[in-house]
C-alpha cells in the first residue's frame, strides 16, 4: 500500500538514496533540505519527488512544514529521521554554539518532526518511523561529544517512544550507520580516509543504497514486528552489545 513519506535531510546522501528507494516502493515520497537550493532542484527534475525547505531544528516551522504537506498530499505515515550535521572539535574546545546546533539539528529534530505526526498514526493505526544514528553514536567519536550524544539520544529516543505506540501499529526503529561513501566522507582526507577504511573487516566505506534498502524493509508491511530495533550497517566495524 502507498503511503505519504517524509525524509528529512532527503535530498542528498543517504537521504537521498532514501527518498528514492521508498519512491520506488510506491511511496509518495516528499524530501526536506535545509538550505542547498541547487541540491535541491537538481534532486527534484532528476526524481520527480517533490522538496520541501524547512528548519528541522524549528518546531514551530516544521509543524507547519507538516501541516502543508498533509494538506496537500495526505497524512504522513512514513517519517525518515535523517536531517543531521556536524560541528567537530574536542570538548575542552568546544563552543555552546557547536554544541547546541548539533543538538538542535540532530536531536532535537527528531521531536519537531516527529511529534506533529504521531497522533494521527495512533488515530489510524499505523505508522513507520525510523531514525538515523550512526557508528559513532553506539561507541563514541573523539571530536564528536556533540554528535555522539545527539546519534546516541536517538537511540534512548527509539525504545521508549516504540513502548508507547507498539499496541497502535506503528513501528519506532533506528539505523546506525558506519562510514558511508558519500559527499561528507569523500571530503575526508585521503590518508585518513585509508585508515578509516583499515578498521573496517569488510575493507570498504558503505553505500547509501544499503542504507536505503534498510530503510525501505523497515517501512514495509513485513517489518511489522520489528519494533523498538538497532539495526548497525557498518561492515562489522563495530558490533553493539544489544
Request: neutral net charge; hydrophobic residues 45%.
Amino acid at each position: 500500500m502507498a503511503r505519504v513519506a517524509l525524509v528529512t535531510g532527503g535530498t542528498r546522501g543517504i537521504g537521498a538514496a532514501i527518498s528514492k528507494a521508498l519512491a520506488e516502493e510506491g511511496h509518495k515520497v516528499v524530501a526536506n533540505y535545509a538550505g542547498n537550493e541547487e541540491a535541491a532542484a537538481k534532486f527534484n527534475a532528476e526524481t520527480g519527488i517533490p522538496v520541501i525547505k524547512f528548519d528541522v531544528s524549528d518546531p514551530v516551522g516544521s509543524a507547519e512544514a507538516i501541516a502543508r504537506i498533509e494538506a496537500e498530499h495526505g497524512p504522513v505515515e512514513i517519517v525518515v529521521n535523517n536531517a543531521g550535521i556536524t560541528r567537530d572539535g574536542t570538548f575542552h574546545r568546544l563552543s555552546y554554539e557547536q554544541w547546541s546546533q548539533v543538538i538542535r539539528t540532530n536531536l532535537d529534530s527528531v521531536f519537531n518532526v516527529t511529534r506533529p505526526v504521531i497522533e494521527g498514526m495512533r488515530a489510524r493505526g499505523w505508522g513507520r518511523i525510523i531514525n538515523i544514528s550512526s557508528i559513532n553514536g553506539q561507541k563514541g567519536q573523539a571530536g564528536q561529544t556533540n554528535y555522539s550524544a545527539a546519534k546516541a539520544g536517538m537511540i534512548g529516543f527509539t525504545k521508549a517512544l516504540a513502548q508507547e505506540n507498539a499496541a497502535k501499529g506503528i513501528t519506532v526503529n533506528v539505523i546506525a550507520p558506519g562510514y558511508i561513501d558519500t559527499e561528507m566522507v569523500a571530503a575526508v582526507p585521503e590518508d585518513v580516509l585509508k585508515k578509516i577504511i583499515a578498521t573496517i573487516p569488510t575493507g570498504r566505506l558503505g553505500r547509501a543504497e544499503e542504507i536505503a534498502a534498510t530503510v525501505a524493509f523497515l517501512a514495509s508491511e513485513k517489518a511489522s514486528f520489528f519494533n523498538g530495533s538497532v539495526l548497525t550497517v557498518n561492515g562489522a566495524q563495530y558490533i553493539a552489545n544489544g
